[in-house]
Structures are given as structure tokens and as C-alpha cells.
């Protein structure tokens, strides 16, 4: 967990310095063109992968021929997704009236074949959970995607920096994962082999499929109705939300999900792991989110520049659903891990229907304003739904997890209404105020914590990097000295 979140936030500095040098180069209309063909990108990745990824970390000692099944597995689909999106080019540029994307879109496509190549070394080393080595590969490979992106951007290149940015983001760790893990693929398909993977996988396929789809299905809407600008404002402020929200979440689901296949059959240990794991992302995460939504004006300017004034309300909004993304996949997690891919994949059809219904309805009747409450509401529903599905199977009941979360909940909440009250009180320009309602939730919030010491407190310290052996060790030495005083 230490490598991973190593990681996790060696990257977010590395996007915090690119976020505030291409925000001054790129335009809100950069950004937008490259998020309107992240839908189908994404959708071509979940179709390469087919769930398949999923199927090998849950199965416990896949075999040469597994993989070997699966690589060319993900090869093929590689070929025949790359070949649609090429065909379909001209008429997805044609859908939103931006010529410029057709050719965006046959050249980011090249991603596919580079993603389909690693898929089986990056999942043999998640299993393996070899974080340190995946840590340095990913921390180096933005350092080199940044300095080339800014170069590019600096040139004139516009959208094509972006292009650049996410095909080097692709091939560097490939190209690693080739020469540092051994494994190369036989020259085998087994139909046995792909059958039993594909009765997890499938289901799991079809959840990513629904899941992937639901989640960017607003970035189609937007880029449609929308001027590629507004596109360009949401996706940044999307963008801002998801790192915050997810940071935390993405660094321990990581190290979780193979840890509950191996654990699968011992529903005790899942349990304490679950209550452990959404404990310590939401002791982190929901102050943090609170911070944020208080301080979006500042730091937008400060980061972004005036130019993206318009994304703060957006992102004020997503704050909101961001206290709820944090939590949802470390739930999910231990379903696909006990082999639940079927269950999974009709409630995430429940999910993702009453949201697009939401999301959709909420921008024909009003406008953005509707689609931000509908991807608020879909947001929550969708974690209440989650923590349903781990109450049945797994037995760590909604109401009990309800009930340990709803401490650090009130708290933070009440840390953020005494922040804005200092805010409104003192009437302090941007940035002072900004800087006083940090300090006020951060004062609040650690005090409680040191104070009362909760169990999520308790929980995060022991994730830590400290040597607690040394530490037991000393502590062992000093009682055998007051006993043989």
C-alpha cells in the first residue's frame, strides 16, 4: 500500500504541475475534444479486456495456458475495436460537427494494440503484488509524458499534446513490462481454458461494459448539445473531483481486490478488511472533499487561471458525488471477489438505469444544472446499492457500516459549516479566505480525531509506514527490563 500510494501521489503532483502549465497553453476546447472521444475509448478497452483481467486475479493459480488464451484473446479484440473506431472516424466527427476528430480518434486509437500487449504482465504483477515495481514504471512514465506534453502544448500543437500525452502514457510501461516480466505467450487457445474464465469474466465484462458506458455517457450528452468549451469546462472540473475522490480509494482497491480472492472463503476476515478499508478512505476522503467544495473558486484561479472560472460550479457539484465515488468500489471489490459476477452485473444494470434516467432526464428538463444532480443522485444511489449487495453476501450489514461512517460524516460536515461560517463572518478577499476555512476544517477535524480517537483514526495509523516491529521490539526490551528490575 506504501508503494501504491508512492504512486498514487507522486502522479497527482506530477497532473498538479501539468494541470496548472497546460490550463495556460491548452483550451477549454482541447480538453473537450479529447473528452468526447473518451467514451469510446473507454468502451474499446472494456471490449479488449472482456473481464478476462478480472477472471485471472480471482482464479487462484491460473495457468500458462490461461494466459497464453487470454493475451491472444486481447490481441484480436485489439485489432477488430481499432478497426471499427477507424471505420466509424468520419461519422463520429460528423455526430458532433468537429472535423479535427476524426483523425484525433484513428491516431489515439493506436492505444488499443499498446493496452491489449500489457494486460496480462500488469495483471501477473498485481497478483504477485509487486506495487513497487508498477510504482516506479507509472511515477517515471508521467514524468516523460509531462515534459513532452508541455513541450508540445508550448509549440502550438493543441489537442495533439493531449493525443501525445495519452499514447506515451501507454507505450512506456508496456515496453517495461516486456523486458522485466518473463511470461511470453504460447502459441495456444484453449477453448477449456477461455470457457472457464469466460463464465466469471463474462459477467464481469458486462459490468465494466455498463459501468464504463453509464459513467461517459454525460461527456456524449455535453458534446452534443454543448459547445466543445463547455465540454472542456466539465471534463476539467470532472477531472479535478475524481482525483480527489478517487486518489485514496485507488491506492488501497489496488492492494484490496486481490487480497479478498485470496481471502474469499473466510467471510470474518472480509469483513473486518471492508470495515478497515471504508473506514480509512472516508476518515480521509470526505474532510478533503468538504476542503475542496469551500475552496473551489481560489483554487481554480489559482491552478487553472480566470480562463476556467466557468468549471467551478460544476465542480462544486461533483464535490458532492465525489463524498460518495470514494467509497463504491472497495464495496463492489468484494463481490467480483467472491465470484459474484452475475449478481454484480444485474444490480449495476439497476444502477446505471435509474442513473442515465436521472442524468438524462435531468438535462432535457434543466439544462446542466439538472445533469449535475442526476450524476449527484446517481452517485449516492449507486453506494447504497453496493452496500446492499455486501450486506447479503458478504454480511457486513448496511446499517453497521452506515452507523461506523456516520462519525467521520457529522464531523466533517460540521467542520465545513463552521469553516464557511468563519468565511462569512470575517469577509476576507479570495485567498485569505480560502486559506481560513482550510485551516478551520483541518483544526476541527484533527482535534476530534486526536481528542476522541476513532476507530477510522486508529485504522490509518496503522497503514502508516512506520517499523511497528522495531517499535513491538523496543517495547518487549523495556518490559523484560522492568521485570528483571
Given at each position: 500500500m506504501v508503494w501504491t500510494a508512492f504512486q498514487k501521489y507522486s502522479k497527482i503532483g506530477i497532473q498538479f504541475v501539468s494541470g496548472i502549465i497546460l490550463a495556460r497553453l491548452l483550451t477549454p476546447y482541447d480538453y473537450g475534444c479529447i473528452g468526447m472521444l473518451s467514451i469510446f475509448m473507454v468502451l474499446a478497452e472494456v471490449f479488449i479486456d472482456g473481464g478476462f483481467g478480472s477472471a485471472l486475479i480471482q482464479k487462484k493459480r491460473p495457468t500458462q495456458e490461461d494466459y497464453s488464451t487470454i493475451f491472444w484473446w486481447n490481441i484480436g479484440m485489439a485489432i477488430l475495436m481499432y478497426t471499427i473506431l477507424f471505420l466509424c472516424a468520419p461519422t463520429i466527427a460528423r455526430f458532433y460537427n468537429i472535423p479535427i476528430l476524426c483523425d484525433v480518434l484513428r491516431v489515439q486509437g493506436i492505444v488499443l494494440f499498446i493496452y491489449a500487449l500489457n494486460i496480462i504482465q500488469r495483471n501477473q504483477l498485481k497478483k504477485k503484488l509487486n506495487f513497487k515495481l508498477l510504482s516506479i514504471i507509472s511515477v517515471s512514465t508521467a514524468i516523460i509524458a509531462l515534459v513532452v506534453t508541455v513541450f508540445m502544448a508550448y509549440k502550438g500543437f493543441g489537442v495533439w499534446a493531449l493525443v501525445a500525452q495519452n499514447l506515451i502514457v501507454a507505450a512506456i510501461p508496456s515496453l517495461v513490462f516486456w523486458f522485466y516480466v518473463k511470461w511470453r505467450p504460447k502459441l495456444v487457445f484453449s477453448w477449456q481454458s477461455f470457457k472457464g474464465l469466460f463464465s466469471f469474466g463474462f459477467y464481469m465484462f458486462l459490468t465494466h461494459l455498463v459501468n464504463d458506458f453509464a459513467g461517459q455517457i454525460?461527456?456524449?450528452?455535453?458534446?452534443?448539445?454543448?459547445?466543445?468549451?463547455?465540454?472542456?469546462?466539465?471534463?476539467?472540473?470532472?477531472?479535478?473531483?475524481?482525483?480527489?475522490?478517487?486518489?485514496?480509494?485507488?491506492?488501497?482497491?489496488?492492494?484490496?481486490?486481490?487480497?479478498?480472492?485470496?481471502?474469499?472463503?473466510?467471510?470474518?476476515?472480509?469483513?473486518?478488511?471492508?470495515?478497515?478499508?471504508?473506514?480509512?478512505?472516508?476518515?480521509?476522503?470526505?474532510?478533503?472533499?468538504?476542503?475542496?467544495?469551500?475552496?473551489?473558486?481560489?483554487?481554480?484561479?489559482?491552478?487553472?487561471?480566470?480562463?476556467?472560472?466557468?468549471?467551478?460550479?460544476?465542480?462544486?457539484?461533483?464535490?458532492?458525488?465525489?463524498?460518495?465515488?470514494?467509497?463504491?468500489?472497495?464495496?463492489?471489490?468484494?463481490?467480483?471477489?467472491?465470484?459474484?459476477?452475475?449478481?454484480?452485473?444485474?444490480?449495476?444494470?439497476?444502477?446505471?438505469?435509474?442513473?442515465?434516467?436521472?442524468?438524462?432526464?435531468?438535462?432535457?428538463?434543466?439544462?446542466?444544472?439538472g445533469l449535475l444532480c442526476g450524476v449527484v443522485f446517481n452517485s449516492w444511489f449507486s453506494y447504497f446499492v453496493n452496500i446492499g449487495l455486501v450486506s447479503k453476501h458478504i454480511g457486513y450489514k448496511w446499517t453497521t457500516q452506515l452507523k461506523d461512517l456516520s462519525p467521520i460524516f457529522i464531523v466533517s460536515s460540521l467542520a465545513a459549516l463552521m469553516a464557511f461560517g468563519c468565511g462569512y463572518l470575517l469577509q476576507l478577499n479570495m485567498y485569505w479566505d480560502g486559506i481560513v476555512k482550510f485551516l478551520v476544517v483541518i483544526v476541527v477535524y484533527l482535534g476530534w480525531s486526536f481528542i476522541f480517537k476513532p476507530d477510522a483514526y486508529t485504522y490509518f495509523l496503522t497503514i502508516l509506514p512506520f517499523d511497528r516491529k522495531k517499535i513491538f521490539l523496543r517495547k518487549q526490551n523495556n518490559k523484560e527490563q522492568i521485570t528483571n528490575n
Open positions: 454525460q461527456g456524449l450528452l455535453i458534446g452534443k448539445i454543448y459547445s466543445p468549451a463547455t465540454m472542456g469546462y466539465y471534463s476539467k472540473a470532472n477531472g479535478t473531483e475524481r482525483l480527489a475522490s478517487k486518489s485514496i480509494s485507488q491506492i488501497m482497491t489496488q492492494v484490496t481486490y486481490p487480497l479478498y480472492a485470496e481471502v474469499q472463503d473466510d467471510k470474518t476476515a472480509m469483513i473486518n478488511m471492508i470495515k478497515r478499508m471504508t473506514s480509512t478512505i472516508a476518515y480521509l476522503t470526505f474532510p478533503m472533499m468538504f476542503i475542496l467544495l469551500l475552496v473551489a473558486k481560489p483554487l481554480f484561479i489559482l491552478l487553472y487561471s480566470e480562463r476556467w472560472v466557468q468549471s467551478i460550479p460544476y465542480f462544486q457539484v461533483l464535490c458532492i458525488a465525489g463524498l460518495a465515488h470514494c467509497l463504491q468500489s472497495v464495496n463492489l471489490q468484494t463481490i467480483a471477489a467472491i465470484g459474484k459476477s452475475k449478481v454484480m452485473l444485474i444490480w449495476v444494470i439497476v444502477k446505471r438505469t435509474v442513473g442515465l434516467t436521472a442524468i438524462v432526464g435531468g438535462l432535457f428538463l434543466f439544462g446542466m444544472k
